[in-house]
């Protein structure tokens, strides 16, 4: 066995993780992305209907919102540590005001409701996206 100078590090393997800045998921580009998915998925909804691409619209805008908040929420939770009960409060208020949103879009503003659904999940294709492009280490 090899002793190794003290304050060297051992080389790095290929199966090695990476660690680092680059190997963390990026929020702001998630947002970025999240805009760029909403707004393929909003021209494509004119194919369908004009009602259904408004209900995409307003679909991913208040999910663009509520992922917006919930990313200030954690980070206000991690790095600044702060009181954990004002937070929880601070969610669940956001929370019934985002289903009460969601119920004023499609109960009084008859949005497209598979239309707001499909908006509603433009989040989902944007964390997937951000997460095949970090593993392939773009």
């Known amino acids: ?3 190794r100078p003290s304050g060297s590090e051992p080389p790095a393997s290929e199966d090695a993780p990476e660690s ?10 998630i ?3 999240n805009l760029g998915v909403l707004a393929v998925f909003f021209a494509a909804g004119f194919l369908v209907s004009v009602r259904f691409a408004l209900g995409v619209l ?13 990313a200030g929420v954690v980070r206000s939770v991690l790095l600044d ?19 009460g ?5 499609v109960l009084w503003f008859r949005v497209d409701v598979f239309g707001c659904l499909l ?10 996206l951000e997460a095949v492009l970090r593993l392939s280490g773009r």
């Open 101 to 105: 949103l969601i119920g004023a879009l």
């Open 81 to 99: 540590q702060t009181s954990g009960v004002l937070n929880a409060g601070f969610y669940w208020v956001k929370f019934l005001a985002l289903m």
């Open 20 to 29: 680092g800045p680059e190997a963390e998921i990026s929020i702001r580009r």
């Open 119 to 128: 908006g509603l999940s433009t989040i989902l294709v944007a964390i997937t």
């Open 58 to 70: 307003a679909g991913g805008v208040l999910m663009a919102a509520n992922f917006r908040v919930i």
């Open 1 to 3: 066995m090899t002793e």
């Open 31 to 33: 947002q970025i992305l």
